[in-house]
């Protein structure tokens, strides 16, 4: 929403424009979603690799999906070649270079969590495209709260879609290490995260995201007295684990469109 927002007050998305995001689904729903709600076209390029749920959430908000071989480095050089070839038609949201990413989370989600969980020690985020984790440290950076950011395995045969590890993909332009903190950084074990979410959906019903999960799988090691998890997925985006994490062969529950006021207030 706030990087839409900001580029249709300065005039460089009117009715006209396609708005076109590389992305590997989280992402991408949240912008076909906000276009949905605007009545804008909306372009998904993601890997071929993409869950069969998240393509179907995304069709439901109209989008139009490409995809590509590889990851999503291979998406964004593929809607780069579109662009190139179309320069009048598109605007880019560019999650990965907007400053508008960022600034969301500094200047609404965290003051949002800090708000709700004044006592909070730690703020667990994940590493993907840099936006939470960076707009989450210049929040923090004058407070006594602790960041903590979880990245992708470094064994990329069996990543996590949607996160990153620097060990062995490119560092996005928005994402300030020297604010985050490589201490700060932690990989994580794939091992672990079907246990975790099994748990969770135990103890209170939630089917999290594979990404959730590897965040949880490290928070759970803190002895901090209160922490909060940032989740950016949930569960029912990825069918053969949601399966897995109830035990069972499932069938997922449609997700229906969020509708409601909080886009005409932000919009204001």
Known sequence: M????????????????????STSGNTGIG?????SELGLEYHNYSPSTLSEQKQSILRGYGATLHFSEG???????????????????????SQFTNDNNWRAHTHYTAPELLRQVPDVDEVWVAFGS???????????AKTDVELKVVQNTRERARRVEGMRNLAWISKPPIAD?????????LDTDPETYLDVAQ????????VVGTTTAAILS??????APNLVVVSPDNGERYPDWYANV????????PMQPATGPEIVALAA
Not at 71 to 76: H, I, P
Not at 130 to 140: C, E, K, Q, R, V
Not at 177 to 185: E, P, T
Not at 246 to 253: L, S, Y
């Open 2 to 21: 706030n990087m839409l927002f900001h580029a249709i007050h300065s005039g460089a998305i009117t009715s006209d424009t396609v708005i076109a995001e």
């Open 31 to 35: 912008v076909a979603w906000v276009c």
């Open 71 to 93: 990851g999503t480095d291979e998406a964004t050089k593929m809607l780069q070649k579109e662009i190139d070839e179309n320069p009048n038609r598109y605007f880019w949201t």
């Open 130 to 140: 840099g936006g939470t984790s960076t707009g989450f440290a210049y929040a923090l």
């Open 177 to 185: 290490l020297d604010a985050i903190g490589r201490d700060r950084m």
């Open 199 to 206: 748990r969770i959906y135990q103890f209170n019903g939630f």
């Open 218 to 223: 490290q928070a759970e090691k803190s002895e």
């Open 246 to 253: 109830i035990g069972q062969t499932a069938t997922i529950p």
